[in-house]
């Protein structure tokens, strides 16, 4: 649905973009994730037709962003970083002037925005001024307008950015709405742990190179080389601390009184093994788990080039 393939942006001798390939299909809701100033939004621009490419192409449901302009355009749905103001125009004003610009005829533009209204739960709000909105109201109507023209690519930069926890809430569940439409997503943010539970895919970027992509269990494991398992215990065990700091393959052992957390090298069989060497030395454990990966060391840890 969306391909991009050797997309280098330079800016006289600072690259921007450098040497950027990626794959999104069909109903990926694929997250674009990294540092300030690491690319996302040259990429998006790049793929919305508004940035020429120093070199590279990209495809977007088939047709070239630098040859099939128009086609892309009706293809895809944009949601800019910036919201420009729109002052003296009322909220159905708004939607009408992009329905109109999109070619679509006055006895179907009624309708259509109340649907996209009710969409984006601003059906009471029709008749109130777009700068008289709250922040919140103005990206959910920000992104009402790239729906009004049925899209089957939605490309949002930060969309999320400067809303509240409670808006944040409200805007994944949106977002969580057009993905089961069936919308092939884009969306890029700073902050990895807020896209990775909606995401299936994502994308880390930093300084113009994608560092990782792929289905996010894999990146995330990608990232963290070594798995984390803790164990819990009934009473303190000398004999478990002495087990698991002698074992191969712990490190980073680390031990409260009835707690152990380490991280392990091993292959799933080798989980197995260990599971199996502490259970028969008959040691107090009553909770032997890996432990989810934390996704804000995950991205630190990548983001300052640990592992490439
Ligand atoms: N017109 C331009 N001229 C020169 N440098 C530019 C231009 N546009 C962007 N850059 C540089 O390209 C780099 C990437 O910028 P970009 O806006 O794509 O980052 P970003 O990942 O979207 O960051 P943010 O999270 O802050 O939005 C930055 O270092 C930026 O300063
Ligand atoms: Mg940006």
């Not at 990626?22 to 508004?50: C, E, H, M, S």
């Not at 940035?51 to 962003?65: D, E, M, R």
């Not at 919140?136 to 790239?146: E, Y």
């Amino acid at each position: 649905m969306i391909k991009i393939r050797g997309f280098t942006k330079r800016y006289e001798s600072f690259i921007a973009v450098d040497g950027l390939d990626l794959d999104i299909d069909q109903g990926d809701v694929f997250g674009f994730i990294g540092p300030n100033g690491a690319g996302k939004t040259t990429t998006i621009r790049f793929l919305t037709t508004l940035l020429k490419p120093s070199t590279g192409q990209a495809w977007i449901n088939g047709h070239s962003v630098t040859q099939q302009v128009d086609q892309v355009k009706r293809s895809i749905g944009f949601m800019p970083d910036m919201f420009g103001v729109y002052d003296g125009m009322k909220v159905w004003e708004f939607l009408d002037f992009f329905a109109t610009a999109y070619g679509l005829p006055r006895g179907k533009r009624r309708a259509l925005i109340d649907d996209v209204l009710d969409l984006v739960d601003l059906t009471h709000k029709r008749d109130t001024l777009v700068n008289g909105l709250s922040r919140g109201m103005q990206q959910r109507l920000c992104l009402a307008k790239t729906l009004v023209h049925d899209p089957p690519v939605l490309i949002l930069d930060e969309p999320a950015s400067g809303l509240d926890p409670r808006a944040r809430v409200e805007m994944k569940a949106l977002l969580r709405e057009l993905q089961k439409m069936g919308k092939t997503i884009l969306i890029s943010s700073h902050i990895l742990p807020e896209l990775a539970d909606f995401c299936n895919k994502i994308g880390i970027i930093e300084r113009g190179k994608l560092l990782a992509a792929g289905p996010v269990k894999d990146v995330i494991r990608s990232i963290r080389q070594n798995r984390v398992i803790k164990i819990m215990l009934s009473h303190p065990s000398e004999a478990c601390e002495v087990m698991l700091a002698h074992h191969p393959q712990v490190r980073n052992l680390s031990s409260a009184e009835m707690e152990f957390k380490f991280e392990f090298s091993g292959n799933d069989e080798d989980v197995q093994k260990l599971h199996h060497d502490l259970m028969t030395a008959n040691l107090p454990i009553v909770w032997f788990a890996e432990v989810e990966a934390d996704l804000e060391e995950a991205f630190m840890k990548i983001t300052k080039g640990l592992v490439a």
